[in-house]
C-alpha cells in the first residue's frame, strides 16, 4: 500500500511560480512512473506531466516549457514546478504513480489533491 500526499498549493498571481511536492509512503518501485495530473471544475481530470523512475518525462503541450517535473527517488518524492502561471492553470492537482503495462498505462494510487488558483 501507497499513501501519497501533496503540498504547495495556493493562491498565486499571474505569471508567478508555485512548487508542489507529493511525498509517497510505503514502496516505490524502479518500473513505478509518477505523474501529476490536474483537474479542474466541470472538465475531465488530465494528465500535467509523467517522469519514469529512471528520469524520463513527458508534459501535456499545454504546461511545456513552463512546468518541470522531477523526483527524488531516494526520498520518495515527486515534485512540480510550476513557472508562468495563467488562470487557466487553476485546478485541484494530483499526484499518481503507475506503471506501463501491455502497451497501456495502469494507475495505482492516487494522493488526496492540491488546489492551485491562479488569478488574472
Known amino acids: 500500500q501507497v499513501q501519497l500526499v501533496e503540498s504547495g498549493g495556493g493562491l498565486v498571481q499571474a505569471g508567478g511560480s508555485l512548487r508542489l511536492s507529493c511525498v509517497a509512503s510505503g514502496s516505490i518501485f524502479s518500473s513505478d512512473v509518477m505523474g501529476w495530473y490536474r483537474q479542474a471544475p466541470g472538465k475531465q481530470r488530465e494528465l500535467v506531466a509523467r517522469i519514469t523512475y529512471g528520469g524520463t518525462t513527458n508534459y501535456a503541450d499545454s504546461v511545456k516549457g513552463r512546468f518541470t517535473i522531477s523526483r527524488d527517488n531516494a526520498k520518495n518524492t515527486l515534485y512540480l514546478q510550476m513557472n508562468s502561471l495563467k488562470p487557466e492553470d487553476t485546478a485541484v492537482y494530483y499526484c499518481?504513480?503507475?506503471?506501463?503495462?501491455?502497451?497501456?498505462?495502469?494507475?495505482?494510487?492516487w494522493g488526496q489533491g492540491t488546489q492551485v488558483t491562479v488569478s488574472s
Open positions: 499518481e504513480t503507475g506503471r506501463y503495462y501491455g502497451g497501456g498505462y495502469v494507475h495505482n494510487y
